[in-house]
């Protein structure tokens, strides 16, 4: 299981409990989005995947479950209908109000993106809309069984056969999708509104984007994903829409969780703490930026690198650049060097070390480094490398006695 993601169930608007999951990026979000599947798809369509882990990236939190019916939910589908699901979508976003934050974000897939077009005017806390494959019209879906459309009026219901698997389509279904049609997109004053569309969809026809984004009031946007097919099936597709929502909804979303600005290079390397949770820190190495953490198991968000990830880092980088320097001045075949570090703590009896004291409890640092070397390397080359791994600087600076001075600003 991933570690930052958390399976929960709610009670659904049938009665039926409903499966979901909820993806938390790598520290505090900085806000929280809800996901609508597509018509008789589940939350774990690889988009829905995809699309989540790129909004995670990005501090963005995801909550996607399945509609009753469908995927690991209860309850039968055919007791469902357009209705149920917006009633669906509705219980998803209180549980979230109530177990995490209101969700400031709706992305919907199809019919689903359909039901937040519907949903989102009456979700105040929502701030942005994306839609994928969306249709114009929540009816649009008949023609997915429109061969069973006659039996399923005489009848009662019928089995029709979607994607391969076979679904119960009832009378209540068909009306209550008539009753459903939109006459216009009607979002909430503020609430953006972006579009993503496959101009060759050959489920949902790319007419219906344009319908959409007629219908539509500003701001709202409308973005091809030329070549790919209703369900985002590539990875490069699912990927572009997933950065493409990520950064258009940047420019909408109140970050809940700021973290204080990463300091100026006052020095070679400043550390200071973003503010977020325990251990966070911003580390600022000249013109770079990135985050010092620690595991969750001991209470940080494991949104980077611990302090001796950090160190034992320094020591394999070193390695492999002295490692190239020395080969290529010595016209080596080497064409790739790669290093295995791990940190731990041993006694110094294990390692035959003296420098360990009675107050360290005889225990001493130790950094095990693996070298793999490719290229046409012979014997004497491979040994002269790896004896050369010993002169790399940081291995002489942590095997030689340092000293620190530290001075308040």
């Given at each position: 299981?991933?570690?930052?993601?958390?399976?929960?169930?709610?009670?659904?608007?049938?009665?039926?409990?409903?499966?979901?999951?909820?993806?938390?990026?790598?520290?505090?979000?900085?806000?929280?989005?809800?996901?609508?599947h597509c018509f008789t798809c589940s939350k774990d369509l690889f988009a829905a995947g995809r699309i989540a882990a790129e909004l995670n990236n990005h501090g963005i939190a995801v909550f996607r479950f399945d509609f009753t019916g469908l995927g690991h939910s209860d309850g039968e589908f055919a007791n469902t209908d357009f209705?149920?699901?917006?009633?669906?979508?509705?219980?998803?976003?209180?549980?979230?109000?109530?177990?995490?934050?209101?969700?400031?974000?709706?992305?919907?897939?199809?019919?689903?993106?359909?039901?937040?077009?519907?949903?989102?005017?009456?979700?105040?806390?929502?701030?942005?809309?994306?839609?994928?494959?969306?249709?114009?019209?929540?009816?649009?879906?008949?023609?997915?069984?429109?061969?069973?459309?006659?039996?399923?009026?005489?009848?009662?219901?019928?089995?029709?056969?979607?994607?391969?698997?076979?679904?119960?389509?009832?009378?209540?279904?068909?009306?209550?999708?008539?009753?459903?049609?939109?006459?216009?997109?009607?979002?909430?004053?503020?609430?953006?509104?972006?579009?993503?569309?496959?101009?060759?969809?050959?489920?949902?026809?790319?007419?219906?984007?344009?319908?959409?984004?007629?219908?539509?009031?500003?701001?709202?946007?409308?973005?091809?994903?030329?070549?790919?097919?209703?369900?985002?099936?590539?990875?490069?597709?699912?990927?572009?829409?997933?950065?493409?929502?990520?950064?258009?909804?940047?420019?909408?979303?109140?970050?809940?969780?700021?973290?204080?600005?990463?300091?100026?290079?006052?020095?070679?390397?400043?550390?200071?703490?973003?503010?977020?949770?325990?251990?966070?820190?911003?580390?600022?190495?000249?013109?770079?930026?990135?985050?010092?953490?620690?595991?969750?198991?001991?209470?940080?968000?494991?949104?980077?690198?611990?302090?001796?990830?950090?160190?034992?880092a320094g020591l394999g980088a070193c390695t492999s650049m002295t490692l190239r320097m020395y080969a290529d001045r010595k016209g080596m075949a080497l064409d790739r060097v790669a290093v295995e570090v791990s940190h731990g703590r041993v006694h110094a009896d294990d390692c035959g070390c003296a420098e360990a004291t009675p107050?360290?409890?005889?225990?001493?640092?130790?950094?095990?480094?693996?070298?793999?070397?490719?290229?046409?390397?012979?014997?004497?080359?491979?040994?002269?490398?790896?004896?050369?791994?010993?002169?790399?600087?940081?291995?002489?600076?942590?095997?030689?006695?340092?000293?620190?001075?530290?001075?308040?600003?």
């Open positions: 299981m991933d570690a930052h993601a958390q399976h929960v169930t709610f009670r659904g608007s049938v009665g039926a409990d409903l499966a979901a999951r909820l993806d938390m990026p790598a520290g505090p979000p900085k806000a929280y989005a809800l996901f609508a209705s149920s699901n917006l009633d669906d979508l509705s219980l998803a976003a209180d549980w979230l109000a109530a177990n995490a934050s209101a969700p400031q974000l709706l992305i919907g897939h199809s019919l689903g993106a359909a039901a937040v077009l519907a949903a989102a005017p009456h979700l105040p806390s929502v701030r942005a809309v994306a839609t994928i494959g969306a249709p114009a019209d929540p009816a649009h879906v008949r023609h997915l069984f429109t061969d069973a459309v006659a039996d399923i009026e005489t009848d009662g219901k019928a089995e029709v056969s979607i994607g391969g698997r076979p679904f119960t389509i009832a009378r209540d279904f068909l009306a209550d999708l008539e009753a459903n049609r939109f006459d216009q997109i009607g979002l909430a004053d503020g609430q953006a509104l972006l579009i993503l569309h496959a101009p060759e969809d050959t489920i949902v026809g790319f007419e219906n984007a344009e319908a959409i984004y007629t219908a539509a009031s500003h701001p709202k946007s409308l973005v091809a994903i030329d070549g790919a097919s209703h369900l985002l099936g590539s990875h490069r597709d699912a990927t572009f829409a997933a950065e493409t929502i990520a950064h258009w909804a940047d420019r909408y979303l109140v970050d809940e969780n700021p973290a204080n600005h990463a300091p100026d290079p006052t020095a070679p390397v400043v550390v200071a703490e973003t503010g977020q949770g325990t251990f966070l820190n911003h580390i600022v190495v000249g013109n770079h930026r990135f985050l010092a953490d620690e595991p969750v198991s001991v209470g940080g968000f494991d949104a980077g690198p611990n302090p001796y990830d950090l160190v034992a107050a360290s409890g005889n225990h001493i640092d130790q950094f095990d480094r693996v070298v793999h070397l490719e290229g046409d390397l012979s014997d004497d080359d491979r040994a002269s490398l790896l004896r050369i791994a010993d002169r790399c600087p940081v291995h002489r600076s942590l095997e030689a006695k340092s000293h620190i001075t530290t001075t308040l600003a």
